[in-house]
């Protein structure tokens, strides 16, 4: 993994929280945000995809309709380039969760 994948990859994330707050209504994920600051995207993604459940925030996400699944961490993993940082299990994981709530248009990996 070069480090500027890495880095580019914590820019996404981030972006994916400012995404949040553009929704209506916005969502502020200040435990997300929280998370980033103090592991980064990488570190921040493969804890939230070893979870058995999907966190609160990827539920608040979901309430926001089909827009806030899209900039879900879920989502953005499962594209390209930002797949290939991650293994088969852990897409595996972030495209059941997405299949379970009928998200369209899931990237293929």
Request: hydrophobic residues 35%; aromatic residues 10%.
């Amino acid at each position: 993994m070069s480090k500027k994948l890495i880095n580019d990859f914590d820019s996404a994330m981030r972006n994916v929280y400012d995404a949040g707050l553009k929704l209506n209504p916005p969502y502020r994920a200040k435990k997300f945000l929280e998370m980033l600051n103090k592991s980064g995207g990488k570190e921040t993604a493969d804890y939230l995809l070893s979870t058995k459940m999907p966190s609160e925030g990827f539920a608040e996400l979901y309430l926001r309709g089909e827009k806030g699944l899209k900039i879900s961490l879920e989502y953005l993993v499962l594209t390209k380039p930002w797949s290939g940082l991650f293994t088969e299990a852990q897409l595996a994981v972030a495209k059941k969760r997405l299949t379970d709530l009928n998200c369209p248009d899931i990237p293929s990996t």
